[in-house]
């Protein structure tokens, strides 16, 4: 089936998603559609498989327009899309997320069983209809899921980031699964992605899109070069600083940590007092547990921890409180702050003070001085979730102890202005002066090479290399980041 | 106590225990879909002072009943309407609505206190009646008892047997999931809401009508509490909660006769022996007993006893759809 995406724009808020794309996909053929995070990929696909509605533009199959109001008419005209977090019922059978939704067509369960089998048997899957769908592993979910978009009728199959948290047997089953649905079943089959070395094995074709815009197409196989100057905006160069490295403050020997998503596989890294270490990674490539575990929030499944020389063989978050190590979360009103609590009730929690009674107006006054030399805009008794996100994180940061050893962040400039992220850096490196040490990751590349000192190079769980910024390229780090080495 | 007499008891227990039934039913379809009907014990009393109310000026048992359902339909509307269309707390809606309806009912029912009023008949089945033992616990009993053994069974079947069932399980459980598949969540949180809404008024009529007939002020007090507990002790299955239901009037039952033998004993310990089981076996069900508990049975029989022993709510219970 041809689809033609045609002007598609999509604004929320002021944030342009989706700017006046076109784009054109044909039958029998696999797309790669690739884009830094917050590039408009998903968007894009969201409004192409009805999930969302564009602000303008058309979308055609076949040449007839469409106008999909829900995910199920968008099924129904042929386009189906398999989400990164499979959309299905955890605590219902695999053959109860095969049926719902589906038309009834006076089939026995027995029968669609049958047929679910069948099915599966033609792309090499393996399921058990009366299994719980809980008990399945990711790759196993998405497999349900495209094969019930297949007994749907898809005859384009948009995929999300499918091989985020599936093992490399589950990808290759995948991928041999979608060559046989465009080369033998003539289907049409878009992947969204944002590691090259997948598009390159797997697409005939690739979109790039960056900040909104559909920014070019090649024809695959292409150098990876050719790629990643359309997906990154060319790195500025770093500015000169001089670093002034202390004593070894933290040292990770073989380091491991899983999730149920992803294994750490053991990494070896240090980071001095008065140094800044930069995680870089795609999401989820292993960085975020490395900052979990060294901030206690994630038990380390293996190897050691020293902090200051000293070894630290039950470490958790309260230890490293007490050690003053300090932690930022990326979801600053989920993990970082209250919602719900105003200012002075803030300063009022993490405050040292014991006793019944609360000093509300000590710490009302507290929090009206933080207020005016952080410069944030607000008064002692805003709700935090009133406040912007620029000003958010500076009450963040005005509530971070002084004398820390070591801070440790999640995007720490995520969503901020411009003037917003060099303030907040302003006080990163008054604080690094004094010797404290900084760990953090970022999803921009420009932030990690332009603020560190060392960079990480994260890919699929994996320290791929740790290397002095200054010693770095931006071409280097874009190649790294895709996988392609 | 020979067996008539024990036969006897048990018969009484299944009778006094089918409104409880009943409105447990409707409530577990209810929160199935993702609608905590919280206002049951209001919605109880003012639906018995209804049934009651009907029956008695209309003579008509099946117009108290239809008038009992009704309100019961009311109080369920006025929660869903709350959370799906004013985005409001149904805890709190639920909450209040209960107060509400204990209040009124003792208002609106002064002029019926005690009054002598309509009943429903007792209504033996023919053979099976004379089927021993079970025949004079089950089938020598009246409309309210056998509607309440169909209603569990119908209820099963329907949630977990047909396509309806799947969407509403589906909407109850990821709505998100449910929504991309075409299923109207919106609409059917409305439908089943007032469904088990309706069902719970027709336990109220129950009592006010079969099992404890007549009208008194706070005449069903309590039970509404109590079928909401029960709901969570059946792990949002009718059958565990029917069984829940059962098990609670037979420790009702044996409770007050456990008394007359240990008179020196106060009646409120007694009346504790039926929570204190129900949190033992939750413990036993939904605890870390059950994994190792599981794991000795013979493989075969892992899965469905796994289907009867977790006792999850429905994941999406109690919270506010996104607009889409």
Known sequence: MQVHLNTIHKQFGSLVANDEISIQFEPGRIYGLLGENGAGKSTLMKILSGYQQPDRGEIALNGVVQHFA???????????????????????????????????????????????????????????????????????????????????????????????????????????????????EGKTLILVSHKLDEVQELCDYAYVLRKGRLVGGKQLPCPNQELVDLMFDELAPR????????????????????????????????????????????????????????????????????????????????????????????????????????????????????????????????????????????????????????????????????????????????????????????????RRADGTAIIFLSADLDEIAARSDQIAVFSGGRLLRSVPAAETTADELGHLIGGAL | MDSTQLIAIFGSILLQSAPLIIAVCGETISERAGIINLSLDGSLLLSALAGFAAALLTGSLLLGFLAAAAVGAIFALIVAFGSLHLRQNQVAIGFVLAMLGDSLSAFLGQNYTRLPGPSVPAWHIPVLKDVPVLGPILFRQDAVVYFALLLVAATWWFLFRTRAGLELRSAGERPEAAFTRGVAVRKLRYIYAVLGGALVGIAGAAYS????????????????????????????????????????????????????????????????????????????????????????????????????????????????LDDN
């Not at chain 1, 006793?355 to 001085?369: C, M």
């Not at chain 1, 030399?373 to 406040?387: A, D, R």
């Not at chain 2, 039952?253 to 008394?259: E, H, N, P």
């Open chain 1, 70 to 184: 829900t995910p199920r008419q968008a099924l129904a005209a042929g386009v189906g899309m398999l989400y990164q977090e499979p959309l299905d019922v955890p605590v219902f059978t695999v053959l109860e997320n095969f049926l719902l939704g589906r038309a009834d067509d006076g089939q026995r369960p027995q029968q669609s069983a049958k047929a679910l089998a069948q099915l599966a048997g033609r792309y090499g899957f393996q399921v058990d209809p009366h299994e719980h769908t809980r008990e399945l592993s990711m790759g196993e979910r998405q497999q349900l899921e495209l094969l019930r978009l297949l007994a749907g009728g898809a005859e384009v199959l948009i995929l999300d980031e499918p091989t985020t948290g599936i093992s490399a047997e589950q990808k290759d089953l995948l991928f041999a699964s979608m060559r046989t649905l465009a080369r033998e």
């Open chain 1, 239 to 430: 500015p000169a600083r001089q670093t002034a490295p202390g004593d070894v403050l933290l040292d990770l020997q073989h380091v491991s940590a899983r999730t149920p998503r992803l294994e750490l596989e053991p990494v070896s890294l240090h980071v001095q007092a008065g140094q800044v270490l930069g995680l870089a990674g795609l999401e989820g490539s292993g960085q975020e547990l490395l900052l979990r575990a060294c901030a206690g929030l994630l038990p380390l499944s293996g190897g050691s921890l020293r902090l200051a020389g000293e070894p630290q063989p039950d470490w958790d978050y309260p230890r490293a409180r007490q050690h003053g190590v300090a932690y930022l979360a990326a979801g600053r009103l989920e993990e970082g702050l209250i919602a719900g609590l105003t200012l002075t009730e803030h300063m009022a929690l993490v405050s040292n003070a014991h006793g019944l009674l609360v000093d509300w107006l000590q710490n009302r006054q507290l929090a009206a001085q933080h207020i005016s030399t952080y410069q944030v805009v607000g008064q002692p008794e805003s709700y935090i979730e009133n406040l912007s996100g620029g000003n958010q994180q500076r009450f963040l940061f005005a509530m971070l102890p002084q004398n820390l050893k070591l801070i440790l962040m999640e995007h720490p400039t995520r969503g901020l202005d411009i003037r917003s992220t060099d303030w907040i850096w302003e006080q990163l490196d008054r």
């Open chain 2, 209 to 320: 009508l079969d099992v404890k007939i007549g009208w008194a002020e706070g005449h069903t007090r309590g039970m509404g509490w109590i079928a909401l507990a029960i709901v969570i002790f059946g792990g949002w299955s009718p059958l565990r909660g029917a069984l829940g239901a059962v098990l609670f009037g037979a420790t009702k039952a044996l409770a007050t006769v456990l008394q007359r033998s240990f008179p020196q004993v106060a009646l409120v310990a007694f009346n504790a022996v039926p929570w204190l089981l129900m949190i033992l076996v939750l413990v036993l069900v939904s605890g870390r007993l059950a994994a190792p508990l599981l794991a000795q049975a013979p493989a075969a029989l892992r899965r469905p006893l796994r289907g009867l022993l977790q006792a999850a709510p429905p994941a999406a219970l109690g919270q506010p």
